[in-house]
Each structure stands twice: as structure tokens, then as C-alpha cells.
């Protein structure tokens, strides 16, 4: 991507249209299993190779998308989620179903893995992730409520997909066209933070598979367990999506009040709770409390990890690798569910899931509190025994902008390296403090005796 961070509405159209799917994914798999003749496994089965084609493709593009610019692999996804999902919506047989929905998975990804660099390189990647996860959730609410209603058997869920792609389409004309011709020095760039980023990205993939292994089987529950019918399963997914509507925008407004280590550790413990209530749902008011609940806080605390993933690399690479590792644990969750569902029934696997969720909320939370996840505030930062520096900023009547305000995040140190002959060229006496001097500003170092 461009370093001048492009508007951030194309960004969030093509993340729509790319993550729409994963949305999507349990009436998707419910109407394979009701009008394909296949069981709960065969159908969740279809779902996570939609789902890992996807993920292979944001694989493929991670640290590539500056090689070939934004525009003509958005595109490329865009035309692969219209073929493939269009082609799955007009089959009639399995094998064709589940090629187009593999052709249409590996669009998505590629279109997601555009957004995600994009979003990356925004001033702000936490504020246009959470416009990305306000629309998709918006879009996926509607759907929800439509579709119950006009039947279509399993081609009314693949057609939504396809004609949400072909109306994001336009927005790719804004995302800027090719990369500059010469080597990609981005691609070939060593991955900073490689420790964090892979703690983050493990953590990722089994907390994505943990929320979708629910996710997957919440349709069944509601009929098998709690007796509801698919229209009011479909009323209920539809509220819990608008709550999370709430929620997106409530982590909007909050931003980096409370850091990201707040936001992640705590919602994820109310993630928890929430796939135990859901769970082990008897009656229609548990099953729509835990759902719910579950919604209104998993897209905010998913919003505050592709944040955090973001700004690992300003180049997106970690954006990248971090969700194509939680699209994996979106694909192998309807298994999962379906397994664990089998062997142990509902709350069994809901046990199981938030035990899962709760310890995988620790090394996480680690990461987010390493990179900078505390808010700045008095006494928070020193640098090698030095003074806090917010503390300073408010008792020495510091220059206003000279420092970060409380309460904002931390902010990164780079180190600047100078070659080894110019530090022999330079002595100690050739730096001094800038600031003013003999009624003059001196706003640099002085390097005289070079």
C-alpha cells in the first residue's frame, strides 16, 4: 500500500464483501445439511473448505499486495467470490456446490487480505477494522432477516455473498491502481516483532476456531436442543448481530482509552461465559442471551486483535498472517463444533470451548500489554531508568505536542543507527540538547567539527 493512507470507505467495502461469508457460515451450513441431504459433519465440513481456501489465499498475498498494488487483486477476489458463489448458488449437485464455494472462499480471502493491508497503513487501523466489522455486521443482520423468508433452499445464502461482492466492485476504483514499477522492498523487509506476531497469530487462530466451533452449530442448537424454528433462529442471530452493531460502535467511541489489553482480556472472559450460556440454552430466552451477548462483545474484541495485528508491521504483513491464521480456526471450527457436539453434546462442547477461550485469552492479552496495550498515563513509561515520561510532560510544562496526551497509547522508540566511520568521525561534544540558545532557537544538534 501507498505510505499516504487512501479513504478509508473502499477499504471497508472490500472488507465487507470479503468477510462476508465467515458471517454467513451458519446458514450456510444449515441449508446444506436441510436441502443438500447432508449431515451436520458433511455440511460443516463444506464450510471449512470455503473457509481454508480463503485462508490459503491470504497466505499467498501476505507482504505481496505492495508488489501488485491494491486495486487489481481486489478486483481479482471480487470477480472469484462472483463466480465461485454464483456458480455454488446455480449447482444443483455436491461436488459443484462445493467447488464453486471453494473457488468463492479463495476470493474472499484475497479480498480480505487487500482490506486488511489497507487498514494496516490507515492513521487510525483501529477505528477503520471496527467501520469494517460495523458494515459486515450490519450487512450479515439484514440477511438474516430476509432470508429466512424467501426460501431458495442453499442458493439464496450463496447468491447474497455474490451480489454483495458485484456492488462492492465500483469501490475497488478507489483503492489506487498498480505499485511503482522497481524492486518490492516491502516483501523482501525483515517481519518485525516476530515473536509477538506469532503468539498473536497462534492465539488468533485457536481463538477464531473456539468462537466459530459455536458459531457453526448455533443454528442446530436452536433447533435440536431448544426446538426453535428457523425463522426465529433467524430473529435471534438478526438481534444479536444489531448488538454487535452496539458494540463495534461502543469500541469505536472508546478507541485506545483503555489500551488493547483491556478490551481483549476482559471481553474475552465475557466471550467465555457467553459460549457456556449459549451452550447449554434449554429455553429460547437463554439461547437469545447467550447469543446476544456473544455477538454484541466478539466484534469487539475482534475489532482491538486486527488493530493490534495491525500495528505490528505499518506494511500490513502481520495483518495479514494474523487473520489468514484466524481463518484457519474459523474453517476447522464448524468441525470442531460438530465433534465435539457428537461426543460430548451441547454443553459438554460449550464447556470445553470456554475453558478453551478463557486460557488462550492470556497469552494474548501478553502480547497487547508488550506492544503497547496500556494507556499512558502518569508514571508509565520510563526508558532505561529515566523519569516517566507522561508524569514529566505534566509537571514541567513541557511544550504542548511534545509529548503524547494521557491516555493515549504508547508510542514506539526507533533506534537510529549511525556507521561506524562517522562515529569515529564524530565526537561527544559534536551533540548537544536542542533548544534555545544564545537568544536563538537551535532545533538541531550541531555537527561542526565533521
Request: overall charge positive; proline content about 6%; aromatic content about 6%.
Amino acid at each position: 500500500m501507498s505510505s499516504r493512507p487512501r479513504a478509508a470507505w473502499p477499504l471497508v467495502a472490500v472488507f465487507t464483501a470479503g468477510y462476508l461469508a465467515a458471517y454467513l457460515l451458519p446458514t450456510i451450513v444449515g441449508r446444506l445439511s436441510v436441502y443438500l441431504g447432508l449431515s451436520t459433519a458433511q455440511a460443516g465440513l463444506v464450510g471449512s473448505a470455503l473457509l481454508l481456501s480463503s485462508a490459503s489465499a491470504g497466505f499467498s498475498l501476505a507482504g505481496r499486495v505492495e508488489t501488485y498494488g491494491p486495486c487489481r487483486p481486489a478486483r481479482l477476489g471480487l470477480v472469484l467470490c462472483v463466480v465461485g458463489y454464483g456458480c455454488a448458488a446455480l449447482a444443483g449437485t455436491v461436488p459443484l456446490v462445493v467447488a464453486g464455494a471453494v473457488v468463492g472462499g479463495f476470493g474472499s480471502g484475497t479480498a480480505t487480505a487487500v482490506a486488511a493491508a489497507g487498514i494496516a497503513a490507515q492513521s487510525d487501523p483501529h477505528r477503520t477494522s471496527s467501520l469494517g466489522l460495523l458494515s459486515v455486521s450490519a450487512t450479515a443482520g439484514a440477511l438474516y432477516l430476509t432470508v429466512p423468508h424467501l426460501g431458495g433452499g442453499h442458493r439464496l445464502p450463496f447468491a447474497s455473498i455474490a451480489l454483495v461482492a458485484l456492488l462492492v466492485w465500483p469501490a475497488t476504483s478507489r483503492l489506487g491502481g498498480s505499485a511503482a514499477a522497481g524492486p518490492a522492498v516491502p516483501a523482501q523487509g525483515r517481519l518485525p516483532h516476530r515473536r509477538s506476531g506469532l503468539v498473536l497469530a497462534g492465539g488468533m487462530l485457536i481463538w477464531s476456531m473456539a468462537q466459530n466451533a459455536l458459531w457453526g452449530v448455533s443454528s442446530r442448537i436452536g433447533v435440536d436442543q431448544v426446538g426453535l424454528s428457523e425463522v426465529t433462529i433467524g430473529a435471534v442471530f438478526a438481534a444479536a448481530l444489531g448488538a454487535g452493531l452496539l458494540g463495534v460502535m461502543g469500541a469505536g467511541v472508546l478507541g485506545s482509552k483503555l489500551g488493547r489489553a483491556v478490551p481483549i482480556g476482559v471481553g474475552t472472559a465475557v466471550i467465555a461465559g457467553s459460549i457456556v450460556l449459549s451452550s447449554s440454552a434449554g429455553s429460547l430466552g437463554s439461547f437469545a442471551t447467550g447469543e446476544i451477548l456473544w455477538n454484541t462483545v466478539y466484534p469487539v474484541v475482534l475489532s482491538y486483535l486486527i488493530g493490534l495485528a495491525a500495528s505490528l508491521d505499518v506494511r500490513g504483513r502481520w495483518a495479514v498472517l494474523a487473520g489468514s491464521a484466524s481463518s484457519v480456526g474459523v474453517a476447522c471450527g464448524p468441525v470442531l463444533g460438530s465433534v465435539l457436539s457428537e461426543e460430548a453434546g451441547y454443553p459438554g462442547m460449550g464447556l470445553v470451548l470456554g475453558a478453551t477461550t478463557l486460557l488462550i485469552a492470556l497469552p494474548v492479552t501478553a502480547v497487547a500489554l508488550h506492544i503497547g496495550g496500556r494507556p499512558l498515563v502518569p508514571g508509565s513509561v520510563r526508558r532505561r531508568g529515566g523519569a516517566p515520561a507522561a508524569l514529566l510532560a505534566v509537571t514541567t510544562g513541557a511544550v504542548p505536542g511534545a509529548v503524547p496526551k494521557l491516555g493515549a497509547p504508547e508510542q514506539a522508540v526507533t533506534e537510529i543507527s549511525i556507521p561506524a566511520l562517522r562515529r569515529r568521525r564524530l565526537g561527544r561534544n559534536a551533540f548537544r540538547t536542542a533548544g534555545p540558545e544564545g537568544g536563538q532557537s537551535n532545533a538541531y544538534a550541531s555537527t561542526s567539527d565533521r
